[in-house]
DNA sequence: CTTTTTAGTTAAGCAGGCTTAACTATATGC
DNA sequence: GCATATAGTTAAGCCTGCTTAACTAAAAAG
């Protein structure tokens, strides 16, 4: 019992700081490049989730659909997406990353890792090992609630 | 060497997933209390970090006094946020956290944990104990850099 | 073939966040 | 004690995101 909870104890401590220092870290790097935060969550959302249409979207966002329109057509005027019809359906639209939209995410999340990196630099061999076990652990387990649902 | 670059693909990858999902909780659960996620976000920092001054939060954020001024006062007037004077230096105020105020970011927290906690469920007991033993390692080296800086 | 549904766009209008600029009040340096 | 710096507020104005409403065009249903 007093496992259980050191161990949620445990697991809410390292999410506390995480959370607090990845979106603190989003928030100032989207600031960076000159993109609101609902911009570049829909770049994100691109690079994480793959090609998708202007009404998946508004439904990830929860924002209308002339909302996602007005969002993705600033970012197509602004060259960071690439908005081609779809053949298969040509009432849809197909949303793609182009290379500078792609670089811009890529480069956010490089930046994230470092953070990581050092905080990593510091443990000793057992310690990564461990590390890495248990985030595959971890990983694997959210993959698996990913799909379930 | 092949280690090294499987290790940093496990993290980049939880990472990558962890981020993304915190991220896009935060901001439906902001969206649903009302706030939005300039508000909210004050009311998270000054949870993570305890009471603080106005310019506190215009270098945190960084945006100017003004702007900060406006947003402090907005949630002063909703009754998240409790502005006193600063008693050692009447120029200063002190913003503290509402019971209320409290009340939101912990139930946003909550929702946060409450993904972790699914992902945990379905592990077995040694499978937790090293995820457990490994958060406690990266929380302590994030607490380690934080000092350091 | 007509009706209805679905995908997306456009325009008007509102609310929010942010900035600059001007201001008050307190504290600090010389 | 006076000049300067610091903490915060207020107001005007801009830009962005968002919504509703009206619209186009294509697909699906009957």
Chains 1, 2 share one sequence.
């Not at 050092?118 to 590390?131: A, G, I």
Request: proline letters at 1%; charged letters at 30%.
């Amino acid at each position: 019992m007093t496992e259980k909870v050191q161990f949620s104890q445990i697991t809410r401590q390292w999410m506390d700081i995480f959370m607090h220092r990845s979106m603190r870290g989003w928030s100032h790097f989207a600031k960076s490049t000159g993109l609101s935060m609902p911009q570049f969550s829909i770049l994100m959302q691109l690079h994480h989730k793959g090609a998708c249409g202007v009404s998946d979207i508004s439904e990830r966002f929860d924002i209308t659909n002339a909302a996602a329109s007005q969002l993705v057509d600033k970012l197509v005027q602004s060259g960071y997406l690439e908005r081609t019809e779809d053949p298969s359906d040509r009432r849809a639209k197909v949303l793609n990353l182009t290379d500078q939209g792609r670089s811009f995410v890529v480069q956010g999340i490089q930046e994230r890792h470092r953070w990581m990196d050092d905080l990593v630099k510091n443990l000793s061999t057992e310690e990564r090992v461990k590390v890495s076990e248990a985030l595959a652990i971890l990983t694997e387990a959210a993959q698996r609630l990913e799909e379930k649902k």
